[in-house]
């Protein structure tokens, strides 16, 4: 009798891809936009950095390389800055979500850890997407100057390459607080943009900051992206240190993810 009985009990299956579907992508990217602190971080203050330092400056349309000026290097700057925001401010809601018991009740549902975090992580890439598109009109309104080929070119490095930070969200949103995890990442930001040639160039810097730069999250990155614009090559060492660092983040994300699994 108990065999059959248990036999009739229907048993659990995943679902395709783990439970990822567009209704839960949709959700989670309208609780973000809802957001107003997040978004006028994200998306409105990379704009108004730009107007400010990249419009009506003496050095705005003088030439930043072969490809463009200034005000274009500083769009560029300022857009990746943004999608390096919106990307961690996205993968950091998961702190929020523990505190409130969502991430609890997520685990209910047939929904896969790995869908989980794919969908925190694209969600915080779209917010990325339309920080760095919102940038570029601004640029292309005012008096951003560059190769047509170079607007979506540069974008979507930055874009892409934003995901080491997505990959940073989500591993802060696991080891930091909920109460206060944007605080502290914000100054945090702003240094490694600082560090990373974001708001001044590096070769303005003493030899001494340079190298220390090097080792820092932004600097790859950067690099990647102004290098279309400089006609430089970023060289190998930008390459690494974005790989180097997307491996960091996101293997921090999953440890983090697992103790917190299992302490659940």
């Known amino acids: 009798m108990s065999t059959a009985t248990a036999s009739a009990v229907p048993q659990r299956t995943v679902p395709p891809l783990g439970g990822f579907n567009t209704t839960l992508l949709r959700l989670e990217l309208r609780r973000l936009l809802r957001n107003r602190r997040t978004v006028i971080f994200s998306v409105v203050l990379p704009v108004v950095f730009f107007l400010l330092f990249g419009t009506g400056k003496d050095y705005s349309l003088q030439s930043a390389g072969p490809h463009g000026n200034w005000a274009a290097s500083i769009m ?8 390096m925001l919106s990307t961690t401010a996205g993968g950091a809601m998961v702190a929020t979500e523990r505190s409130q018991g969502w991430s ?10 790995t869908a989980y975090i794919a ?6 890439m779209l917010l990325g997407a339309i920080s760095v598109v919102v940038t570029y009109a601004a640029g292309g309104l005012s008096q ?5 080929h170079l607007w979506p070119e540069t ?14 969200g989500v591993f802060m949103g696991y080891l930091l607080p909920s109460e206060n995890v944007m605080q ?25 900051f340079q190298t220390i730069a ?3 999250p932004m600097y790859g990155l950067s690099q990647l992206t102004h290098a279309p614009l400089t006609g430089e090559s970023p060289g190998w060492a930008a390459v690494v240190n974005v790989v180097v660092w997307l491996a960091v983040f ?10 917190d699994t299992a302490r659940v």
């Open 76 to 83: 560029i700057s300022m857009a990746l800055y943004g999608a």
């Open 104 to 113: 609890r009740q997520l685990r209910l549902t047939p929904l896969t850890p």
């Open 119 to 124: 969908v925190k992580v694209l969600v915080a």
């Open 144 to 148: 951003a100057q560059m190769d047509g």
């Open 155 to 168: 974008a979507l490095i930055a874009w892409v390459g934003s995901l080491v930070f997505a990959a940073f």
């Open 184 to 208: 502290i990442l914000g100054p945090g930001l702003a240094l490694l943009a600082f560090l990373g040639g974001l708001f001044t160039p590096l070769d303005q810097m003493g030899s001494t």
């Open 214 to 216: 090097k080792f820092t």
């Open 250 to 259: 996101a293997g921090g994300a999953a440890w983090r993810f697992r103790r």
